[in-house]
């Protein structure tokens, strides 16, 4: 293993390793400018109820990149601000559903700087204040 990196090292330059690597940080750099659509997962907390939703959404790249990486952090958002339907599911137990319309618009104003573009399923509530 020892004559192999220092074969490499004969060949090949440390500055043009060294310059590799910052041609590659700085490419990554400016492709996170561009806009991009995502599919990204919505983690809730609506009245103390988490729920995960999933969303289409629509920004610049470095902004879905901070979304992302937001791991475990929840959106706290009050049951009085989304519109809510009684709904059965498949056993025909009486569950509480939140329009989609309604949710997407509650998300476009807590994350302003990227676009809902959908939300895919109706988020289910199981217990309503």
């Not at 959404?57 to 049951?79: A, D, M, Q, T």
């Not at 056993?91 to 990227?114: A, F, M, Q, Y």
Request: net charge positive; aromatic share 8%.
């Amino acid at each position: 293993m020892k004559n192999f990196l220092t074969k490499i090292r004969q060949v090949v330059s440390p500055v043009f390793i060294l310059l590799f690597i910052a041609s590659f940080v700085l490419w990554y750099i400016a492709k996170l400018n561009y806009t991009y659509t995502a599919d990204y997962v919505a983690k809730l907390s609506i009245d103390g109820e988490n729920v995960d939703v999933p969303c289409v959404v629509e920004g610049v790249g470095s902004n879905l990149l901070n979304h992302k990486i937001r791991i475990g952090s929840r959106l706290r958002i009050p049951l009085s601000d989304l519109e809510v339907y009684e709904d059965a599911d498949m056993n025909g137990v009486p569950v509480s559903k939140v329009k989609k319309e309604s949710l997407r618009k509650v998300l476009s104003v807590h994350l302003s700087d990227i676009k809902i573009v959908s939300v895919e399923d109706d988020p289910v509530i199981k217990v309503i204040k």
